[in-house]
C-alpha cells in the first residue's frame, strides 16, 4: 500500500509561484510512476504532470513551460513547482502513484492506483 500526503497548497494573485510537495510513505517515490493531477468544480481531473522511473517528466499542454515536476528520493517526497499561476490553475491537486511494477508515465488519471487526499490551489486575479 502506498500512502500520499501533499501539502503546500494556497492562495496566491496571479502570476504568482507555489510549490505542492507530496510525501510518499512506502519503500521509495523513485519505485513507483508519480503523478500530479488537478480538478476544479463541475470539470473532470486534468492531468498535470508526470514523472517516470528514470526521471523523465510529460506535462499537460496547459501548464508546459510553467510548471515542472521533480522527486527527491532521499526523503521520498514529489515536488510541483509552480510558476506563471493564472486564475485557470485553481483547483484542488492531488498527487497520485501507479503500482510499483507499472513503468509507462501517463497523464490519464483511470491508470493511476493510489491517490493523496488533495490541497487546495486558489488563484486570483
Known amino acids: 500500500q502506498v500512502h500520499l500526503v501533499e501539502s503546500g497548497g494556497g492562495s496566491v494573485q496571479t502570476g504568482g509561484s507555489l510549490r505542492l510537495s507530496c510525501v510518499v510513505t512506502?519503500?521509495?517515490?523513485?519505485?513507483?510512476?508519480m503523478g500530479w493531477f488537478r480538478q476544479s468544480p463541475g470539470k473532470e481531473r486534468e492531468g498535470v504532470a508526470s514523472l517516470d522511473k528514470a526521471g523523465n517528466p510529460a506535462y499537460g499542454d496547459s501548464v508546459k513551460g510553467r510548471f515542472t515536476i521533480s522527486r527527491d528520493n532521499a526523503k521520498n517526497t514529489l515536488y510541483l513547482q509552480m510558476n506563471s499561476l493564472e486564475p485557470e490553475d485553481t483547483a484542488i491537486y492531488y498527487c497520485?502513484?501507479?503500482?510499483?511494477?507499472?513503468?509507462?508515465?501517463?497523464?490519464?488519471?483511470?491508470?493511476?492506483?493510489?491517490w493523496g487526499q488533495g490541497t487546495q490551489v486558489t488563484v486570483s486575479s
Open positions: 497520485a502513484a501507479r503500482v510499483a511494477w507499472r513503468v509507462d508515465a501517463t497523464l490519464d488519471s483511470n491508470r493511476y492506483d493510489f
Open positions: 512506502e519503500k521509495s517515490s523513485s519505485g513507483h510512476v
